[in-house]
């Protein structure tokens, strides 16, 4: 049987690439496909804060362009 599900990631302040089941919990936490996790890792580092913030910023910068966009 599958006793062993992980529920959360395998720690809360570092995300590490290497373990499917992290990629899937923090990608779902923040939103965004495994690939996009995966290259903001690639350019901000496996710190949770980190990423929350590049992904934050690029999220906030993605909505301002389509506004511009939009009038």
Same mark, same amino acid.
């Given at each position: 049987m599958a006793d062993n599900i992980q529920h959360g *990631? $395998?720690? *809360? @302040?570092? &995300?590490?690439?290497? &373990? $499917? $089941? @992290?990629?899937?919990?923090? $990608?779902?936490e923040f939103g965004v496909t495994g690939d996009v996790l995966h290259e903001a890792l690639r350019v901000h580092g496996s710190k949770v804060a980190k990423v929350r913030a590049a992904l934050a910023a690029h999220h906030h910068g993605d909505s301002a362009q389509h506004e511009k966009q939009g009038r």
């Open positions: *990631p $395998s720690s *809360p @302040d570092e &995300i590490n690439p290497k &373990i $499917s $089941s @992290d990629i899937h919990y923090w $990608s779902k």
